[in-house]
């Protein structure tokens, strides 16, 4: 009896290229998110509340689940 106990994975390497693309999206849009912050906590900074934190990257970051979401629901075997 031949014994062939190759490993198989979940997913395919495709998969798991895009699953890598959605997270470094996911990474990017939280980095975008970082920063704004005043030195002093008495002053406030204004730079909290401009497009790239409240629009830009928020939306990276879903577009980044979306990524995730997709490669896993993708079937490689079409």
């Known amino acids: 009896?031949?014994?062939?106990?190759?490993?198989e994975f979940l997913f395919d390497k495709v998969n798991y290229k895009i699953l890598l693309v959605g997270l470094a999206v996911i990474a990017t849009g939280f980095?975008?998110?970082?920063?704004?912050?005043?030195?002093?906590?008495?002053?406030?900074?204004?730079?909290?509340f401009n497009f790239r934190r409240i629009r830009l990257a928020?939306?990276?970051?879903?577009?980044?689940?979306g990524i995730t979401i997709y490669s896993i629901?993708?079937?490689?075997?079409?």
């Open 1 to 7: 009896m031949e014994n062939n106990n190759k490993p």
């Open 31 to 48: 980095i975008l998110m970082s920063g704004g912050g005043s030195e002093d906590p008495n002053v406030f900074n204004e730079e909290i």
């Open 58 to 65: 928020p939306t990276v970051v879903l577009i980044g689940f």
């Open 73 to 78: 629901l993708k079937n490689p075997k079409k």
